[in-house]
């Protein structure tokens, strides 16, 4: 399990992977580059699960809080790339009220 | 230095319910350690690939509950002390894997767990796992202690 990192430089946009799972033992990794990177002055964000397997409820929670602090600092998340396996856990949580979910990185980058 | 571990699984027949004919079960001792969750999940989910399970459910559903189950029972169950263990037990029968995920807490009252989906709790960062249990199994039980789950998924 790994996160991969890349600025679009021509939306302004930090693109997060999460490559495997986004879970209990990694979720701090992915909530530590992220909030460096609002702390650094990104305010948009894209988290991309197509290379994601899954994701547990300590995943989701980070996502949550994630989504505050962007909230707060005046930026935006969207979440990308989500299969159907996934996108379940955030349909039976509700949780698909509280984000912007898109089907592909590319649509997210042009929403922003 | 921290001590490499290994998740030993051990084979042996089970007598199984009575209408499920020859069943399988096998035994995993989990350490008090969230860095082995995903591991411990990758060995129980690949012993399950054979079981019935569609796909989806053998490569996902069953991947998410157990590791909320595990994730619980070390973290709230031991409560992060590594002088104790949690233990693993599956079943394989032809229609039904049962999985049973027990640790050595003073357990705890399940039916006291809110719904994260009422309004007032979507935003919470916490409080989803055992609703996910229920959410992707077809049977959620725990023994009279409240240490001990057992998630039953039936192969369709």
Same mark, same amino acid.
């Given at each position: 399990m790994s996160f991969t990192v890349r600025k679009d430089d021509r939306k302004g946009v930090l693109v997060v992977g999460v490559d495997g799972q986004l879970i209990v033992g990694n979720r701090h990794e992915l909530k530590q580059k992220i909030l460096d990177s609002l702390e650094s002055g990104e305010k948009k964000f894209v988290i991309d699960f &197509?290379?994601?397997g899954y994701i547990d409820s300590s995943g989701l929670g980070v996502l949550v809080s994630l989504s505050k602090k962007i909230g707060e600092a005046g930026g935006e998340l969207r979440l990308a790339g989500l299969n159907e396996d996934l996108l379940t856990l955030f349909e039976l949580t509700k949780l698909d009220t509280l984000f912007a979910i898109v089907e592909s990185t590319d649509e997210a980058l042009a929403a922003f | 230095m921290t001590v490499p571990f290994r998740l030993v699984v051990h084979r042996q027949d089970a007598r199984p319910p009575a209408s499920a004919g020859h069943a399988v079960q096998f035994f995993l001792r989990v350490p008090t350690e969230l860095e082995v969750v995903e591991e411990a999940v990758d060995l129980v989910a690949r012993h399950c690939v054979? &079981? $019935?399970?569609t796909p989806r459910r053998a490569r996902f559903h069953l991947r998410v509950m157990l590791a909320e189950a595990l994730t619980n029972a070390i973290?709230? $169950?031991?409560?992060?002390?590594?002088?104790k263990q949690v233990d693993v037990r599956v079943v394989l029968s032809e229609d039904i894997v049962t999985i049973h995920v027990q640790d050595e807490g003073n357990g705890f009252n399940p039916a006291q767990i809110p719904d994260p989906t009422e309004p007032d709790r979507v935003e919470r960062i916490d409080g989803r796992g055992l609703f996910l249990i229920r959410q992707l199994a077809d049977e959620v039980h725990f023994n009279e202690r409240g240490n001990s789950i057992c998630m039953i998924m039936r192969c369709a």
């Open positions: &197509s290379r994601t | 054979a &079981s $019935g399970l973290v709230y $169950g031991n409560a992060m002390d590594p002088q």
